[in-house]
């Protein structure tokens, strides 16, 4: 059993930054890749970035691009998530999933995730 506890949300301008973090229990972390999926107010959950088990591979949505960071500590079984020019349209709920992995993929599916978070709130004012 993994629990997975996110933190880092809250209130910033449009072009500010915030910085993310998921602490997860267990002693097994490194063999779980970790998603970052975001809800905003009326929409439905989509992914934003994924990372492997190792931090070797990692997928951002376009709307990421250039903008985001996903990275993870395995000794401290924690994965962070840095936004930095953010916009109005960021604003939502993340949440941060884990599932496990024999090897280094991701994958971006909310379906098949293992574990979930109980989100961080991001809103984002213009």
């Known amino acids: 059993q993994v629990q997975l506890v996110e933190s880092g949300g809250g209130l910033v301008q449009a072009g500010g930054s915030l910085r993310l973090s998921c602490a997860a229990s267990?002693?097994?972390?490194?063999?779980?890749?970790m998603n970052w999926f975001r809800q905003a107010p009326g929409k439905g959950r989509e992914i934003v970035t994924a990372i492997s088990r190792s931090g070797d591979n990692t997928y951002y949505a376009e709307s990421a691009k250039g903008r985001f960071t996903i990275s993870r500590d395995n000794a401290k079984n924690t994965v962070y998530l840095q936004m930095n020019s953010l916009k109005p349209e960021d604003t939502g709920v993340y949440y941060c999933?884990?599932?496990?992995?024999?090897?280094?993929?991701?994958?971006?599916?909310?379906?098949?995730?293992?574990?979930w978070g109980k989100g961080t709130l991001v809103t984002v004012s213009s």
């Open positions: 999933a884990a599932y496990y992995r024999r090897d280094e993929s991701v994958i971006t599916s909310g379906n098949v995730m293992d574990y």
């Open positions: 267990g002693r097994t972390f490194s063999t779980y890749a």
